[in-house]
Structures are given as C-alpha cells and as structure tokens.
C-alpha cells in the first residue's frame, strides 16, 4: 500500500474554522431609590376626606430644599446608562439632583400605589398615621374606587420587566421612584433572578441594588 508523499496532499483547500463566537454583554445591575423629602406639611391633623385632599397635593408637589443627596447614590447615577423615573414631580425632582444635565426617562408605570383611606367618620389623624392605616386597608382589599392592590403588582411586573430589559442589554439602570412601589418590585426582579445586594430600606433617598451575574 503506497503512502501519499506531501507533494500529493492538496493544499490549497480550506481549513474549517472554529465557528465565530461573540460574548454576551455582561448584564448591567438596577439601582432603586427612593425620592428625597417632600415640602408638603405634615404637621396637621385631619379626617378621611382632608387627607385625601393632601395626598392629592403630596402627588403634585416637589422636594423640600436644602437637601444633598447621597454620594453613594449621585455616583451610581453618574455610571448609569440610563435613569428612569416616575412622572411624579418629587421623583422626578430626585432624579434631577442625583443624574444633573442628565436626560431623564420618565413613565407612569413606576408611579406610587395607590394610597385611599377608609371612610371613618370622627377618625383624626397625622398624614404619616393615615399612611399607615390606609396602606394596611388597601393591602387587605380597600380600594376606592382607584388602583387594588392586585391591579398594582400587575403593574410592578410590568416595571420589573421595563428595568430588566434594559439591565439585560448591559446597561446599568437606576430609578426614582416611590417607597411602596419600591417594594412591590423587589420580589417581582427576584423572581426574575435578580438579587437585592444591597438594601437600602425605605428612607428618603435610600436605594436598593439588585444584580443577576
């Protein structure tokens, strides 16, 4: 049996290559925070019908002055590729002083859950006391007549979705938002794979950051 010499091999016929492969993007991690402090008065007390009436102001107006942001926050913001915000003017008044001369994403998905309180004839509260006790009816099925409480984590799906989207493409997110909605999106990204790697709580410019490596 003859053995080919190399002058019969062809060598002009193409090697295979390894078939091309491409990376993808590292995902981008998801910063949320809450806005800074109002300027509406809380030193009041009043009945159901009146704290509606200050809610509906709270939800119109902007920060308090003379506040400074966290560091930690105004640099996650600077490394950013994009920050999101609620339409409402307390929020999006956050995002200005953490992400300045910044180009700002707003949608009304990120907005605060609704907040009515029970009709309670004679009950007097503090705004913060009525917070508390309208949350608690709310969560337990109260309405309204405005968001329940299902309609809303529906909508924190939604807004889960909206950040993930963008994280997913490698973009590092932040948000400002509301403190209750907040938290109605910390299990919707968990169970999306999203951890929460550091927790800021619900404090006035606190922020939750959450990563999926």
């Known amino acids: 049996m003859s ?16 078939p091309e492969t491409r990376p993808r993007p590292t995902r ?7 806005h800074g402090r109002p300027a509406l008065d809380r030193d009041l007390t009043f009945g159901w019908r009146d704290y509606k009436i200050w809610w509906d102001k709270y939800d119109a107006g902007g920060l308090a002055a003379d506040q400074q942001p966290p560091e930690e926050l105004v640099q996650s913001a600077a490394e950013a590729d994009v920050v999101f915000s609620s339409p409402l003017k ?8 953490i992400a300045p001369k910044r ?7 990120f907005v605060e859950a609704a907040l009515p309180p029970p009709p309670v004839p004679g009950l007097r509260l503090r705004p913060g006391h009525w917070g508390v006790f309208a949350r608690a ?7 309204g007549g405005l968001e329940s409480r299902r309609e809303a984590e529906h909508r924190a799906e939604a807004a889960a979705d909206r950040l993930v989207e963008a994280a997913e493409r490698g ?5 400002c ?12 990204l968990q169970a999306r794979g999203w951890n929460c ?12 950051r959450f990563e999926n490596r």
């Open 197 to 208: 790697v550091r927790d800021g709580r619900d404090s006035y410019w606190s922020f939750r």
């Open 90 to 97: 307390r929020s999006l008044e956050t995002a200005q002083a």
């Open 28 to 34: 981008g991690s998801i910063v949320i925070t809450r």
């Open 137 to 143: 009816a709310w969560w337990l099925g109260y309405s």
């Open 171 to 175: 973009q590092d997110v932040v948000l």
């Open 177 to 188: 938002a509301h403190g209750w909605f907040n938290r109605m999106l910390r299990p919707a």
């Open 103 to 109: 180009d700002i994403v707003t949608d009304p998905v």
């Open 3 to 18: 053995v080919a010499s190399p002058s019969d091999v062809d060598v002009t016929r193409p090697v295979a290559s390894a």
